[in-house]
């Protein structure tokens, strides 16, 4: 069997801002600023991969008006919070220090996965991308969930450590630790930084 490496470049990688709304991350929807840690780290990557001219795709959860999008299991548990994603509200965009630009790819979504039923796979495969360079959060909640979607779909996950945030230190590092086991690769947004500007 022929070797296979990790070989990550501009013309084969995309940038994945996932789920960085108001609603989950600044107030009034939260008692405080809660992605303060991981914004820093999101900009430089988010500034060389724009400088880079690599695809750059934000996941959005958005429910619209008779919430038909709500899960049966939420439902069920009667999960709180869906309110803070309501279509044509402050809730359901990008906070301001990541808006998309012009020619950003922003994908609506209704599950956890960034794949389900979105579109997603196909526009990458169109743009030639292998590999996924993973930011936001939750860690333990989307961002696992689109990661065991890319690798079921032979897309590679990367998920970045400094750029993910989980719903606990507990549950992040868990998270990571399971991601580079058995998903994905788990990199410092510095390392990945490295690999795309000396490929």
Request: charged residues 25%.
């Amino acid at each position: 069997m022929a070797e296979v490496k990790l070989v990550v470049r501009p013309a084969n990688t995309a940038l994945i801002i996932h789920d960085m709304e108001n609603g989950f991350w600044k107030p009034p929807y939260t008692n405080s600023n809660k992605a303060e840690s991981i914004i820093g780290p999101i900009q430089n990557i988010l500034a060389v991969a724009r400088r880079l001219q690599m695809p750059i795709i934000y996941t959005l959860v958005v429910y619209g008006p008779q919430r038909l999008e709500v899960s049966l299991r939420r439902k069920i548990v009667d999960m709180q919070g869906v309110e803070r994603c309501d279509e044509g509200t402050p809730g359901a965009e990008v906070i301001d220090e990541l808006k998309p630009e012009a020619g950003d790819i922003v994908i609506k979504k209704i599950r956890y996965s960034g794949f389900y039923e979105t579109g997603l796979e196909q526009r990458l495969r169109r743009l030639g991308v292998q590999n996924l360079l993973i930011t936001g959060g939750s860690t333990n909640w989307g961002v696992e969930a689109l990661a065991r979607d890319a690798e079921y779909r032979d897309f590679v996950p990367i998920v970045l450590s400094d750029c993910t945030l989980g719903t606990s230190p507990e549950l992040h590092a868990a998270t990571l630790a399971n991601v580079d086991l058995f998903i994905g690769f788990v990199k410092p947004s510095d390392e990945a930084i490295r690999m795309l500007t000396t490929a």
